[in-house]
């Protein structure tokens, strides 16, 4: 009975991270931006560090808002700009802006006191030692976020499947904006907890998954938040049976998720 | 006198990185595959991982025989993806390679002591202490892989670029994806071992995007991308020995800043000459 008292924060918070990191994916997907969240993740991380160096300590409010601020400038910058140049894809452009995030990260590594430490919690993340606290913020904000999208549902679908045009309404350049402003909250809170390769796991592998068998945006959504589900109940038990870091056990399991259903997907169309 | 000597290594290490990265680059731009290194470089790193715990020790053949091993798998896998062309986008596949690998070695060397080291270590790299013997072995490894893409260089460049007209006419085209992945895999499993994932990363992504700008054409590309590199290179070896900060991220941040220079420009002489 202990142990399940002792899990259920970290399967609580999971299960949360799941639910709306999945939903998110399939915009991500559709939108082709799929290491967007890497290099914001990346961002923040590099946020929460500059306010270390400055003396703000992790996991206060104004950590939180400096590591905030620096996605969301980045984000905006991002959707904003809709890149004219077309000799370089925004691909390239999510890679350099993750490279010089990570770069300068690593060039403060050392100033910052257990800057080494922090560098694998940004990457692992710290599902085991979720509070409460934590996870009642998190339920406020990812529901304001989930009431938003599913206000502007139509509208947000629309802008993830026309991402390729470059010439939008002003209307739409603020819903985009919108979109992306909310996708920005969403990870920096996220990666606080469940580490960077979590949060990038959940967005792209159930939506992936859910692309293999569907086109539609509903069952795509159904798909992916069962898997996500799945997966991270899986994860946690594995983990917990053997001993194995849980935030990294769940990205292998949603790993086997995905090659399971391409080898199944495969043999049914042979 | 005793600077420039010091030096010397690191510079030549970047030198031979930037020349089979500035080609490799190119390709991975035109393929839109832009995060394939680092998911190799992982893959190789989940095989170095492996060995370690297996307690094989470091530099032994076996350790890279595992590297080696896994990044054949990631080659097949990767070429019969894009051949069979399920409907996955290829990004998200190569996504998802990264963070399982990077994942199951944190799961692998939980155990071990100073793991934060060892993680930081490996996005870093430590080029200032590179030795000339690493620096000739990888050589040797980059000119056989890129005689070997020179001698088929119409193979691979028609596979990057297209894709289905290579296919319609025959090729077999998940054998050269193949081939092509492999050599890129081995390339970039040996310069992790000397730059680190992330001045692997940049070398192969931003001199490419610098080039990208100015041609369309593979020579000059390749040129434009060896000629920023270089002065790159030399600035920012230059700098992290005078302030006394760690090369790569210093390297890394001026190639960037390049980049944004070059864009910058552009922009500007492009609203000179057609104002909208």
Redesign the interface.
């Known amino acids: 009975m202990d142990t399940v008292y002792f899990l259920a924060a970290p399967i609580t918070a999971s299960l949360l991270l799941a639910a709306i990191l999945s939903y998110f994916g399939n915009h991500i997907l559709t939108r082709g931006i799929i290491f967007i969240d890497i290099a914001v993740a990346q961002v923040a991380a590099l946020g929460t560090m500059l306010g270390i160096l400055i003396g703000v300590q992790d996991g206060t409010l104004l950590s939180t808002v400096i590591s905030l601020a620096f996605t969301l400038v980045i984000l905006s910058l991002f959707s904003l700009a809709k890149f004219q140049h077309t000799e370089l894809s925004r691909e390239v452009i999510i890679g350099v802006i993750y490279c010089v995030a990570l770069a300068t990260a690593m060039l403060l590594v050392d100033a910052v006191q257990g800057g080494a430490n922090f560098v694998q919690k940004t990457l692992t993340g710290s599902l085991l030692w979720v509070s409460w606290n934590d996870i009642v913020q998190m339920l406020l904000l990812f529901s304001l976020v989930i009431c938003i999208h599913a206000f502007f549902r139509k509208q947000f679908i629309a802008l993830s499947e026309n991402s390729e045009q470059t010439t939008f309404s002003s209307y739409n350049r603020r819903l985009d904006l919108l979109f992306y402003v909310t996708f920005g909250f969403v990870i920096v809170q996220a990666v606080k907890i469940g580490g960077i390769f979590l949060v990038f796991m959940y967005l792209i592998a159930p939506a992936t998954l859910a692309q293999l068998y569907t086109d539609s945006w509903n069952k795509r959504f159904v798909i992916s938040f069962v898997t996500a589900m799945i997966g991270s109940l899986a994860g946690i038990y594995i983990s917990y049976q053997y001993n194995f870091p849980n935030g990294p056990t769940i990205v292998c399991a949603l790993g086997a998720l995905l090659i399971m259903s391409i080898l199944a997907q495969q043999k049914r169309l042979v | 006198m005793e600077g420039l000597i010091f030096m010397l290594p690191p510079f030549a290490a970047c030198l031979t990185l930037v020349g089979i990265h500035g080609y490799f680059g190119i390709h991975v ?1 035109k393929r ?1 595959i ?2 394939i290194d680092i998911a190799m470089a992982q893959i190789a790193a989940f095989g170095v991982t492996l060995a370690f715990v297996l307690n094989i020790e470091e530099g032994h053949p076996l350790t890279y025989l595992f590297s080696l091993v896994f990044v054949c798998v990631a080659a097949y896998l990767f070429a019969a993806l894009r051949c ?1 062309k ?4 290829m ?6 390679t990264y ?2 690998a ?3 070695a ?2 692998v060397i ?1 155990k071990a002591a100073g ?3 060892h ?2 270590e490996m ?2 790299g430590s080029i200032l202490w590179v030795q000339w013997p690493e620096i000739i072995k990888s050589l040797v490894v980059y000119a056989v892989i890129g005689g070997v893409h020179y001698i088929f260089r119409d193979k691979f460049i028609g596979l990057s670029e297209k894709y289905e007209a290579q296919k319609q006419k025959g090729t077999k085209v998940m054998w050269w994806d193949f081939i092509f992945y492999l050599t890129l895999g081995i390339v970039v499993m040996h310069s992790v071992r000397i730059g680190g994932i ?1 001045i692997v ?2 070398f192969l ?2 001199p490419s ?1 610098i080039s ?2 100015f041609s369309d054409q593979w020579r000059w590309r390749i040129l434009i991308g060896w000629i920023a590199g270089t002065l790159v290179s030399i600035l920012g070896l230059f700098l992290s020995w005078n302030l006394d ?2 090369s ?3 390297v ?2 001026f190639l ?1 800043l390049f ?1 944004v220079l070059v ?1 910058l420009i ?2 500007f002489r492009a609203q000179k000459e057609a104002p909208v």
């Open positions: 731009l839109g832009i995060f069979k399920p409907k996955i986008c990004e998200a596949v190569i996504g998802i963070a399982v990077t994942t199951a944190v799961i939980d793991s934060h080291e993680i930081k996005i870093i992330l990363f940049a992504i931003i995007a990208a700008l900060v760690p790569g991220p210093v890394v941040l960037a980049l864009i552009k922009s």
